[in-house]
């Protein structure tokens, strides 16, 4: 079996807060919106909690061991006491340490206050979604390491990194929905489902799934992320900032 060497996933730019680190709450958007859900199989692909930004504002942090702080630990745990009650709770995750450890907290969180039963499925490599979707892993760790994390991203929304490199966003896109669907489809309701990685694969959902060019002055905050619904009716929904998109399951 070949080894799995991560690199940068994104992580990168967060806008200057109004309040010290320390004190930001995240995720409260992502319950509200959780819990807004008429259906009884909910699916979210959520960013990770609050990381050790190492350099701050680099695009492409290279220190993929980064962790959470102690404050990205307690909104873990925070956001999985906020999630709706009454759920059969299962949890999967990208192979990085922040996301571990974020999904560690809200399992932890969740069986303080609800009854339902929490599973952990572990690590889920194609939320590494940059090693996952690459035709030549060494080829596009190459590329984005000279163009950096930022514009590599914007090169593979846009098509236009060198051929052969990295799968199409929209085979991104079938791959994560059809995966979705047959997870929220084959397990019992009532069920949350949680996918917990990194802002680069939710960027690529974002354009792929709602269309239009995302917005880089506005970047994912921590414990954000798609809520998906899937109906009696057997109807798949995507929704984000506002917006819904109905997808094919």
């Not at 061991?65 to 709706?84: D, Q, W």
């Not at 450890?101 to 690590?123: F, L, P």
């Not at 109807?235 to 819904?244: K, M, P, R, S, V």
């Amino acid at each position: 079996m070949d080894t799995i060497h991560i690199h940068a996933l994104s992580d990168v730019w967060e806008l200057e807060p109004e309040k010290p680190a320390e004190e930001i709450p995240y995720g409260d958007r992502l319950i509200d919106v959780i819990k807004s859900m008429e259906c009884d199989r909910i699916g979210v692909i959520l960013r990770h909690s609050v990381r050790d930004q190492g350099r701050r504002g680099e695009v492409a942090n290279p220190n993929m061991v980064a962790g959470l702080t102690p404050h990205g630990h307690n909104e873990s745990k925070r956001f999985g006491r906020s999630l709706p009650r009454g759920f059969n709770l299962v949890v999967g995750y990208s192979p990085v340490p922040r996301c571990v450890e974020t999904a560690t907290g809200i399992m932890s969180g969740y069986s303080h206050v609800n009854s339902g039963s929490i599973s952990d499925i572990g690590i889920d490599d194609s939320l590494a979604v940059t090693h996952f979707f690459a035709k030549d892993r060494n080829a596009m760790e190459s590329h984005r390491e000279k163009v950096g994390g930022l514009p590599f991203l914007r090169e593979w929304l846009d098509g236009s990194l060198p051929v052969g490199m990295m799968k199409s966003p929209s085979e991104v896109k079938r791959f994560v929905v059809s995966s979705v669907s047959k997870d929220l489809k084959a397990r019992q309701p009532p069920l949350l489902r949680l996918w917990v990685g990194h802002d680069y694969g939710l960027i690529v959902l974002i354009e792929t799934i709602f269309g239009g060019r995302f917005k880089e002055i506005k970047w994912i905050p921590y414990l954000d992320g798609i809520v998906f619904c899937l109906s009696r009716e057997g109807l798949l929904t995507a929704a984000w900032d506002g917006e819904i998109a109905r997808l094919s399951a």
